[in-house]
């Protein structure tokens, strides 16, 4: 037998018809799968926690900044915003929850800021007879995040938040506009960030 009918009785038209089966099947799952293939992998290096995409920075800019008090700090770049709606005082210890745009890196940030009282805080949320206390240190974005994150469904079950300064305790956020201008202004963070 010759070197060529070696190889031609290998492939007979039986296999050949398999190879061409497994294939096309392999092509088309390869195919379909791809249309589902929503997660996809960040090598970037970047933490996409904060980023916000250039239609949400714009629908916040024009339609919803309208509600708040803007500051523009130059000196590092950044847009800040705290609601219009919150409570303005002098004497009393708040606690002001500020949205911070940095358009340099196309991120937005959440900032706790005290006001009349200085870090560490110690907040006490009670509802229904449970009661919660946090303690918040001045930090980082993700920290300050995942601390807004504990207080969310405190503030969305209308919740009474009391601020501690020295050994006494101030309510904060009680009025209903306080509490409305709150939760718009974490609905409108989180809708900023998506």
Partial sequence: ????????DSLSPELIKILKIFGLISLGLVVLLSFFNTKRANNSGDDLTFRMSSS?????????????DRESRS??????FRHGKREVSDINPSLDIVIILNSQKDEAYLYLEPV????????????????????LQNTNNSESLAYVRKLQPWIAADAKFEIK?????????????????????????????N
Avoid at 1 to 8: A, F, T, V
Avoid at 56 to 68: D, P, S, T
Avoid at 75 to 80: E, F, S, T
């Fill in 75 to 80: 000196d590092a770049g950044m847009l800040l």
């Fill in 116 to 135: 009349n009282i200085d870090w560490p805080l110690e907040i006490r949320a009670s509802l229904e007879g449970k009661q919660e206390k946090f303690h």
């Fill in 1 to 8: 037998m010759s070197e060529r009918q070696k190889s031609n």
């Fill in 165 to 193: 300064k020295d050994t006494a305790w101030t309510s904060i956020w009680s009025k209903p506009k306080e509490n409305e201008a709150l939760k718009t202004t974490l609905e409108d963070y989180f809708r900023l960030i």
């Fill in 56 to 68: 949400n920075r714009l629908y916040f800019l024009n339609v919803r900044a309208i509600k708040y």
